[in-house]
Nanobody, 119 residues
Framework: QVQLVESGGGLVQAGGSLRLSCVAS????????MGWYRQFQDKERELVAS???????YYTDSVKGRFTISRDNDKNTVYLEMNNVNPGATAIYYC?????????????WGRGTQVTVSP
């Protein structure tokens, strides 16, 4: 059973930075596509960024140039570096994985971590 556990969320001021981490266990992490999604209050979950097993990254337009997804296969961890955040980034951020390359991974999910950006 694959488990994903996010951490790193919290309160940050607008213009600041935050790094989210997601540790995977129970699978062959290096072969997985991984992704970060977010869910705004009363909205559908949306893809923020994803990264293939070969570290090819995809970003939704609204975060390009400010967010960076990366992975460390030795640590079974995927990261989301969030820079120059604004209050519009306030959401629950979820980690997801799929045991094949896919730009929208979603077979396994973490429980989410809250990110709140204050003005």
């Amino acid at each position: 059973q694959v488990q994903l556990v996010e951490s790193g969320g919290g309160l940050v001021q607008a213009g600041g930075s935050l790094r989210l981490s997601c540790v995977a266990s129970g699978g062959t992490f290096e072969t997985y596509a991984m992704g970060w999604y977010r869910q705004f209050q009363d909205k559908e979950r949306e893809l923020v960024a994803s990264i293939s097993s070969s570290a090819y990254a995809y970003y939704t337009d609204s975060v390009k140039g400010r967010f960076t997804i990366s992975r460390d296969n030795d640590k079974n961890t995927v990261y989301l570096e969030m820079n120059n955040v604004n209050p519009g980034a306030t959401a629950i951020y979820y980690c997801a994985g799929t045991p094949k390359n896919a730009y929208r991974p979603g077979d396994y999910w973490g429980r989410g971590t809250q990110v709140t950006v204050s003005p």
